[in-house]
């Protein structure tokens, strides 16, 4: 049964309310499942169901989530959108979904990505497309399609989200939500592509985002990198005052990348809203080739991207080939087969040297704003890995998601925050980057812009 007023809250407050015995955990999760039943076979949001006893030891008190089908959750499928993983089940949980656990979560399901998470849309092609809750014919963004899908829709009050290149900012842009990609080593994160992606999550409310945070907050064994402490709970620090940041901006990229009208008018009006808010605004943007950074951190995902793929090919024993995966991947994996080392070092060391110049862009600016894609969400088919190779997946990156990767590759915290709907009621988010290791910064920015313009009462529209 669906319980119409817990629409109106978001994880904290219902945490909250079941501290005060005002509701109870599994009430909360049979609504969720209830509108998991009702709206599912429409938006193809959840692809695997879990079952597992409730799970009220840590901070979120048993309230239900999905975990990203990019990682393992013990006894339950693990299919990265791909047919070569059908039938396998993970017999371990990965570090992140440990966190989660501890947490307090009790996962309730898996939610849907394209093929090994290498598109901006999620088209699997072996478990379906999933649909952009504002308009069915939109696409959500990805790769954390599916689960920015539920969050909207009140599938799940949050969800678990990662980011390559985007992946947790495109689909929260997508779908209205608030996407906030951490530091690089502030959170678990993958050894594969160059250590380019974190995890975190994707949610209504920006103090849901610092909580979740929280519970992820800190190394594991191996990282390679070292991350500014955070210094004590995000969930205390985001709504702390703020002093007047120097904020830098671009809407207009000009002969470099176009920018269509709609995306331009969001980051103005963010731009103008920040302004109102005391902060100092001004046109900037770091001195950036950003159609050589875009071809250099090509050819570190693509290879980076076909190990993983052989590596996972390896888990179930199945032959690798054009049969077993989306034309898009076997392509990718041909591609990557095509680098010599010398031609990936050269591109690594590209991107190590223009992440200096974007480092000290920060010595003159708190915050950088700017589109999180060149477009608002692209029509749904768009990347369809079936009929496309990677070349003809790559061209139309090019003319969407050249912004966010720069994050990735830099290790830069960056959000996307949920402040424009355009004329077809589709959201545009706008993206917003901070200095390495301050998360601090960004949180109570947007906090204070949550409280400026709030969104919340958008998402009645689709629930």
Request: glycine letters at 8%; proline letters at 5%; hydrophobic letters at 40%.
């Amino acid at each position: 049964m669906e319980i119409r007023e817990i629409h109106q809250y978001d994880a904290v407050a219902l945490k909250e309310k079941i501290e005060r015995q005002e509701l109870k955990v599994t009430e909360i999760i049979n609504h969720y499942k209830a509108v998991i039943d009702r709206k599912n076979p429409d938006l193809n949001a959840v692809v695997h169901f879990i079952n597992e006893p409730l799970n009220e030891q840590g901070y979120f008190r048993g309230l239900p989530f999905l975990i990203k089908d990019l990682n393992a959750v013990q006894g339950h499928p693990l299919s990265y959108g791909s047919k070569i993983m059908e039938g396998f089940e993970a017999s371990w949980d990965d570090e992140i979904v440990k966190r989660f656990r501890r947490g307090g979560f009790t996962f309730i399901g898996k939610s849907n990505t394209p093929e090994f998470g290498f598109t901006p849309a999620t088209e699997s092609v072996h478990l379906g497309f999933t649909k952009n809750p504002w308009n069915f014919m939109y696409s959500p963004g990805g790769s954390s399609g599916g689960a920015a899908a539920a969050v909207a829709a009140g599938m799940v009050p949050l969800a678990h989200a990662s980011d390559g290149g985007g992946s947790i900012r495109i689909p929260a842009s997508n779908c209205g939500l608030f996407g906030l990609k951490p530091t690089r080593g502030r959170t678990p994160f993958s050894m594969h592509l160059n250590s380019l992606a974190v995890s975190h999550g994707v949610t209504k409310s920006v103090r849901d985002s610092a909580a979740l945070l929280d519970i992820l907050e800190g190394p594991q064994k191996g990282d390679l990198f070292a991350t500014p402490a955070a210094g004590g709970p995000y969930a205390h620090k985001s709504h702390r005052d703020l002093d007047s940041l120097k904020i830098a901006y671009l809407a207009d990229f000009g002969e470099r990348m176009p920018i269509s009208g709609d995306v331009q008018d969001a980051i103005m009006e963010t731009a103008k809203l920040c302004e109102s808010l005391g902060h100092e605004v001004e046109i900037a943007y770091p001195d950036l080739d950003l159609n050589r950074f875009m071809e250099a951190f090509v050819t570190v995902w693509v290879v980076g991207g076909a190990l993983a793929v052989k590596g996972a090919a390896r888990m179930t024993g199945r032959i690798l080939n054009e049969k077993s995966v989306e034309k898009m991947l076997s392509t990718l994996i041909g591609k990557a087969e095509g680098y010599t080392a010398l031609e990936y070092e050269q591109a690594r060391m590209f991107l190590a040297t223009e992440s200096v110049k974007f480092h000290e862009f920060f010595d003159h600016y708190d915050v950088l704003l700017h589109p999180v894609n060149s477009k608002s969400a692209l029509p749904l088919g768009c990347y369809n890995g079936e009929e496309n190779t990677i070349e003809e997946i790559l061209a139309v990156s090019a003319q969407y998601a050249h912004l966010t990767p720069v994050a990735n590759v830099t290790g830069n915290p960056a959000m996307s925050v949920p402040l424009y709907w355009n004329k077809e009621n589709v959201p545009i988010g706008s993206h917003f980057t901070g200095r390495f290791g301050d998360e601090e910064t960004l949180l109570k920015l947007a906090s204070q812009l949550e409280e400026a313009r709030p969104w919340w009462h958008k998402y009645e529209e689709i629930q």
